[in-house]
């Protein structure tokens, strides 16, 4: 199956008719400021008191926010068109046919019902019954169809050459995702991992095994899972890209992993001959992969392999496994009911198709305008960008000439892609289950990933579809990405001031920008290779004002005895921090240009500076429940979106002069103890 990117863009993540009045989501209220709440006590609060009280959690939310209105907002947009689709009596072969295929049969409870297991029974059959001397094919007809077990593989970018792709081999196999769920043995990860092994349980009886054989499965899987989560690595050394890149010959990798075949894996789970070098992220994690599939019992490995297989199956079968898996997210998130089937028919459909029915969006509900302001606000961010690194008093002149030769490469893609993806060749048959439909398109998206593989790297592509509220920066393209669904209020909006929009999207822009030069980004050049362009003394003045930012962030007690992660989400705490500072720049510089005195303007009784922090405070307004902080807290790379203000803000001076915010106020920290890095 697909190989995760071991480099995660970063985020914060045609023509065209007007979008209906209707449509129009307003930015920033006045009305919900609270006074009670002074700014310089708690700034989030102050912001986003009223709007939290006003929108309390419903049960099928872990959380809800500003981002959650908006991401509400183009959900409905998608949903009417393709139920608009679906009401066409489309042709058989055509994008509209296998749209509405999809999602009429993510819909249709009563065949997927009646159906049960009964998809999945012969493979499961096909796993019991292979014989000992089939182990090996057993093994690769996995990886090629249904799951990663014991580790992953696939092209990707060479991080040192990103105009062509390399083979990447590293970690994977583990179900929880982060090793903590498996090794630490505190309540919380102890809760976690008894309600993954109820879920195990639970999925082999609703495909068809008695409970005492469900409870061994469960068992074997859980001794491989906690043996794979112990080689990994801990989510910190995660972020050490450079030490991700261990080059290997082909000879060498069979040299240093013995017992996988690795000639029948490259041709007969990808179709592709034996990669020359074979880059290894992980090093240890695949020596543990090698041995314990030389070490471990049939029994052990088909237990393995039947979990894995169910766990990729589940969420197109029945309800008895939608339900198991609902249960499990409940520990997990805190939630209390399932999202309506309708949200989660649709949120298959875009998985499946999601290009297809981005481009109807775009057509439909993004103007060209935005696009066309969009363009000129990226721009003014740039040379604001500029004007930062220019002005730095911790990097050196060549450095700094490295970092602008970067910045003005960078790739900017607004709204939708120039060339949109062909489902010409995906086939979906009505006349077939949904999931036997389903892991078609699973199968269609892995042929279109691997038939990358010995050719260029195509630069077109978009990671997110339009219709995605987020955005992303892409350090092996050294571009920055804004899907047309995110160009809406709060973060972007014609009616609105300039102060609210630089406040918005102005900050996400610099956010992404600053990707470009964050703890990971730092590490490529202006085109998109590993390469390191610092001297050594600018390497250390940034290594300490990271670790000065990081210990901010590790003091805030999220939950009593749970701190926040400085070093895990050092990446975007620099991002929203340099967004902030650029964005403010170009703000200025924007209001000069067209003669408008900031001193003097107000917007609804507020100085333009504070509309732009109001806003920005804005963005991260959200309930959220306790078990949902302790989630993201372990495997988020965001912080939370109260510390993306209180603790962000408190080191921006223009900050405190708009809100007059003095010492022996909360939201005060002294100069001395400030952080600023771009």
């Known amino acids: 199956m697909k190989f995760k990117k071991i480099v995660l863009a970063m985020a914060v993540s045609l023509s065209a008719t007007a979008v209906t009045a209707q449509e129009h989501l307003k930015s920033l209220d006045p009305g919900q400021i609270d006074n009670s709440i002074p700014a310089g006590t708690d700034f989030y609060g102050h912001v986003n008191s009223k709007w939290q009280k006003a929108n309390p959690l419903t049960p099928e939310h872990a959380r809800y926010g500003k981002f959650n209105v908006l991401s509400d907002s183009s959900e409905q947009r998608v949903k009417n068109i393709v139920l608009n689709l679906a009401a066409t009596n489309p042709q058989p072969g055509t994008v509209a046919f296998k749209v509405s295929t999809i999602y009429n049969q993510a819909m249709d409870s009563v065949r997927r019902n009646a159906d049960g297991a009964k998809p999945i029974q012969a493979d499961l059959k096909k796993i019991e019954n292979t014989p000992h001397e089939g182990m090996e094919d057993l093994f690769l007809w996995m990886h090629a169809n249904y799951s990663s077990p014991f580790f992953s593989a696939g092209p990707q970018e060479d991080l040192a050459d990103s105009k062509v792709y ?87 990798l069979k040299e240093l992993y013995p017992h996988i075949n690795w000639d029948r894996f490259f041709i007969e789970t990808m179709g592709i001959p034996s990669p020359e070098k074979v880059i290894v992220t992980e090093l240890n994690t695949v020596k543990q992969a090698d041995n314990l599939m030389s070490t471990l019992t049939d029994r052990e490995i088909k237990d393995y392999y039947l979990w894995k297989y169910v766990a990729q199956a589940a969420g197109a079968l029945s309800d008895d496994f939608a339900d198991a898996s609902f249960e499990f997210s409940k520990v997990m998130s805190g939630v209390q009911q399932q999202r309506p089937r309708w949200k989660r028919a649709l949120g ?107 050719k260029p790297v195509d630069r077109t592509e978009w990671g997110m579809t339009p219709q ?30 300039d102060a609210e929009n630089y406040g918005g999207i102005g900050v996400v822009i610099g956010h992404e920008m600053t990707h470009g030069f964050d703890d990971q980004g730092r590490n ?27 210990a901010q962030f590790d003091a805030v007690e999220v939950l009593p005895g749970l701190h926040a992660n400085g070093t895990y989400t050092m990446g975007e705490n620099i991002a929203d921090q340099g967004g902030l500072r650029i964005a403010m720049t170009a703000f200025l510089d924007s209001q000069k240009k067209k003669g408008v005195d900031v001193a003097t303007e107000t917007i609804e009784g507020f100085s333009p500076f504070q509309v732009f922090y109001l806003n920005y405070a804005n963005l991260w307004g959200q309930n959220i429940r306790d078990e949902e902080i302790r989630s993201l807290t372990t495997g988020d790379v965001h912080s939370l979106g109260e510390n993306r203000v209180n603790v962000t803000l408190r080191n921006i001076e223009p900050f405190f002069k708009a809100f007059n915010i003095t010492e022996g106020q909360p939201m005060f920290r002294p100069e001395s103890e400030r952080v600023i890095i771009w």
């Open 166 to 252: 390399a083979m990447y081999v590293g970690g994977g196999g583990i179900g929880l995702g982060d090793r903590d769920y498996y090794l630490k043995n505190d309540k919380r990860n102890k809760e976690v991992r008894e309600a993954y092994q109820k879920l195990i349980v639970k999925q082999m009886m609703n495909a068809g095994f008695k409970k005492k054989d469900a409870r061994r499965i469960m068992k074997n899987v859980m001794k491989i899972e906690t043996a794979i989560a112990d080689s990994t690595w801990t989510r910190e050394e995660s972020r050490n890209i450079p030490a991700m890149y261990n080059p290997r010959t082909f000879a060498q």
């Open 348 to 454: 298959a459909t875009e998985g499946a198709m999601g290009e297809a029915v981005g481009q109807l969006y775009v057509e439909k509900y993004f103007p060209q305008s935005s696009k066309d302001y969009m363009i000129g606000l990226v721009e003014n961010l740039r040379t604001a960008l500029g004007k930062h690194i220019i002005n730095l008093t911790w990097m050196s002149d060549d450095t700094k000439l490295n970092a602008i030769k970067k910045l003005n490469a960078f790739t900017v893609k607004i709204g939708y892609p120039d060339k949109w993806k062909d489902y010409t060749t995906l086939e979906i048959d009505p006349n077939l289950s949904y999931y036997e439909n389903m892991h078609n398109v699973a199968m269609w998206h892995q042929k279109e990933y691997y038939k990358k593989w010995g």
């Open 468 to 497: 995605t509220v987020n955005a992303y920066y892409n350090p092996l393209a050294n571009e920055i990405v804004f899907p047309a669904a995110i160009l809406q209020a709060p973060f972007f909006d014609p009616q609105s001031s």
């Open 524 to 550: 490529f050049d202006a085109q998109g290779n590993m390469v390191n362009w610092w001297t050594p003394e600018d390497t250390e003045a940034f290594t300490e004002l990271t670790k000065g930012l990081g």
